[in-house]
T-cell receptor, first 118, second 111 residues
Framework: GAVVSQHPSWVICKSGTSVKIECRSL??????MFWYRQFPKQSLMLMAT?????????EQGVEKDKFLINHASLTLSTLTVTSAHPEDSSFYIC??????????????FGPGTRLTVL | GQQVMQIPQYQHVQEGEDFTTYCNSS?????IQWYKQRPGGHPVFLIQ?????EVKKQKRLTFQFGEAKKNSSLHITATQTTDVGTYFC???????????FGTGTRLKVLA
């Protein structure tokens, strides 16, 4: 099956620093990737849809200047949490679909990145 | 905005008992997906339902899409300890490629 990787798997940083998380589709090209965050014992909340070669589409309430998304290639999307604060501590998960232009699109999830901001 | 609720929030069952989780959307859906997330893991795709009234089976798991395409259910027959995890539905509406995840149902199976 399609494999999606994320790096790093966990990161601890000081308040005020920026953290970059990478999401890669290893054996397929992903025109569209999705970024989610998940708080402990809660559901996945869609943050943004990342489109290769264009600006990301953010969900309501998600600050685009806070969570910078770049999708420079068909296999890589990055999420940068700028000036991170403790409330940004969460589990960030990306996903990618095989057919970006189809709504019938099984999502393959990365293993997630656990961010802890001190 | 669109809301996707799941009930129950938690379910503890004895091994061998059946389990059902229900997913309800406030809007009509184009399709729905189900995922399983083990503790400490990431969501893993189980199945996708597209047609009104559709029923699909995977071994002990039965998935159903409502006639009005606003609700869905996942039923597990004779649960096993390997079924432990959180089950999420993910709903998509027409004209969008994005999925909104349900609130999830956490299943514990007692041996």
């Amino acid at each position: 099956g399609a494999v999606v990787s994320q790096h790093p798997s966990w990161v601890i940083c000081k308040s005020g620093t920026s953290v970059k998380i990478e999401c890669r589709s290893l054996d397929f090209q992903a025109t569209t990737m999705f970024w989610y965050r998940q708080f402990p014992k809660q559901s996945l909340m869609l943050m943004a849809t990342s489109n290769e070669g264009s600006k990301a589409t953010y969900e309501q309430g998600v600050e685009k200047d806070k969570f910078l998304i770049n999708h420079a290639s068909l296999t890589l999307s990055t999420l940068t949490v700028t000036s991170a604060h403790p409330e940004d501590s969460s589990f960030y998960i990306c996903s990618a679909g095989l057919e970006a232009t189809s709504v019938y699109n099984e999502q393959f999830f990365g293993p997630g990145t656990r961010l802890t901001v001190l | 905005g669109q809301q996707v609720m799941q009930i129950p929030q938690y379910q503890h069952v004895q091994e061998g008992e059946d389990f059902t989780t229900y997913c309800n959307s406030s809007t009509t859906l184009s399709n729905i997906q189900w995922y399983k997330q083990r503790p400490g893991g990431h969501p893993v795709f189980l199945i996708q339902l597209v047609k009104s009234g559709e029923v699909k089976k995977q071994k002990r798991l039965t998935f159903q899409f409502g006639e009005a395409k606003k609700n869905s259910s996942l039923h597990i027959t004779a649960t096993q300890t390997t079924d432990v995890g959180t089950y999420f539905c993910a709903a998509a509406t027409s004209g969008t490629y994005k999925y909104i995840f349900g609130t999830g149902t956490r299943l514990k199976v007692l041996a």
